[in-house]
């Protein structure tokens, strides 16, 4: 597959050959959900907590005595039958994170590249660097290239300047190659890959 290389100003500049092994495949919804589930799982905080009979804050005296009152038997106020008891089996910290191998996870990251350039969504930036760190300049280039909502890949490290420049710009992330994930890239509407991020991602693809 080729496509058309640009600079931040628009002009071209050459053409780069993608190999159809990572970003020629018929994309499948079912590898990318899997993905997708395994991220998220595991950037769930899981620091859900209930309080249990045990640690509420009522007197754990009987309230009242076993026989004759014509009542149900009960201990203290502490119960779950009672309004402000412990909570039975509620949630505990726990982590949400599940297994998913490795090859699986390269799979998922080749299928979502495919989909950007299935798609047209996929545009390749000759290189990710700017003389200055100012976020005017950057936020014009932009806006002239019609990225809205885009994510930028760059090769092994992402330049200083463009990056420091592209942090407070709405709608625009910058990720080294290595950072590179399913769901980021689904989730922007244009995704830009450096020359440098290409030959990283093949490499680490392959």
């Known amino acids: 597959m080729k496509l058309d290389v640009i600079k931040l100003d628009g002009a071209k500049a050459g053409t780069v050959d993608l190999g159809d092994e990572i970003f020629g495949l018929d994309p499948r919804a079912d590898i990318l959900h899997r993905v997708v589930r395994w991220q998220r799982n595991k950037a769930q905080a899981g620091t859900h907590k209930v309080k ?20 149900a038997r009960h201990g203290d106020r502490n119960a779950p039958i009672f309004r402000k008891g412990g909570v039975y089996k509620g949630p505990t910290p726990r982590s949400h994170a599940h297994d998913l ?71 625009l992330d910058v990720l080294p190659s290595v950072g590179a994930n399913v769901y980021d890239i689904l989730r922007r ?13 093949e490499a680490r693809l392959k």
């Open 101 to 171: 191998p490795k090859k699986f996870r390269k799979l998922g990251l080749r299928h979502a590249l495919s989909v950007k350039a299935k798609a047209g969504e996929l545009v390749v930036l000759d290189s990710a660097e700017i003389a200055e760190a100012k976020t005017s300049l950057l936020a014009k280039s932009v806006k002239a290239l019609g990225w809205k909502r885009a994510l930028v890949i760059d090769g092994v490290s992402v330049n200083e300047n463009f990056a420091q420049a592209a942090r407070n710009i709405e709608g």
């Open 52 to 71: 249990t009979r045990s640690e509420t804050s009522y007197s754990t005296k009987k309230i009242y005595r076993q026989k004759g009152t014509g009542g």
């Open 189 to 201: 509407d244009t995704l830009v890959i450096t020359k440098a991020g290409v030959e990283a991602l």
